[in-house]
T-cell receptor, first 115, second 111 residues
């Protein structure tokens, strides 16, 4: 069964550094998403992406964040200057059909630790 | 986004049925009821969805009240692998369809 993959599984970085989180969505899916989950808290929506542009973003997704689909297979989340509070699990998802209704398939996540 | 209310936690025994309730009294006519679960240290996983009629799939059943203000996810025979946080989410038909997660119900399965 096709699945969403994410790399790296873990990333440790220093505050102020840039990080790029990578995702390979399921190949025939057209909508892509990033979510994050701070330890012990809810899963929070960050951004959705369709047709090479952002279709919706949350308040969390400020100017420090950007997304890109550089080559037709990868979908990346960049954090330009990481802060301590960016430490979280970041989940990528892509949307496809299940039982006649489109649903989201999530990757295993990248655990980001900002020191 | 319409709100859902779920118990914080539930406990059940292995091989017994589990009924996970969800209230969504402000649901609109175009909202689908989706259930996802999150196993420990994993990303959320789609379980089942419905609009008005009860639904069954290989993972679970979804019973939807006639007025659609509540629903129940049914695991017919719980296994230890079903221990997870279960999320009931309302999703509009159109648009980018972000998922809005609540705290969910943490399900513990006793051997």
């Amino acid at each position: 069964e096709p699945e969403v993959t994410q790399t790296p599984s873990h990333q440790v970085t220093q505050m102020g550094q840039e990080v790029i989180l990578r995702c390979v969505p399921i190949s025939n899916h057209l909508y892509f998403y990033w979510y994050r989950q701070i330890l012990g808290q809810k899963v929070e929506f960050l951004v959705s992406f369709y047709n090479n542009e952002i279709s919706e973003k949350s308040e969390i997704f400020d100017d420090q964040f950007s997304v890109e689909r550089p080559d037709g297979s990868n979908f990346t989340l960049k954090i330009r200057s990481t802060k301590l509070e960016d430490s979280a699990m970041y989940f990528c998802a892509s949307r496809g059909l299940a039982g006649g209704q489109e649903t989201q398939y999530f990757g295993p996540g990248t655990r980001l630790l900002v020191l | 986004d319409a709100k859902t209310t779920q118990p914080n936690s539930m406990e059940s025994n292995e091989e017994e049925p589990v009924h996970l309730p969800c209230n969504h009294s402000t649901i609109s006519g175009t909202d689908y009821i989706h259930w996802y679960r999150q196993l420990p240290s994993q990303g959320p996983e789609y379980v089942i969805h419905g609009l008005t009629s009860n639904v069954n799939n290989r993972m679970a059943s979804l019973a939807i009240a006639e007025d659609r203000k509540s629903s129940t996810l049914i695991l017919h025979r719980a296994t230890l692998r079903d221990a997870a946080v279960y999320y009931c989410i309302l999703k509009r038909v159109k648009g980018a369809q972000k998922l809005v997660f609540g705290q969910g119900t943490r399900l513990t399965i006793n051997p």
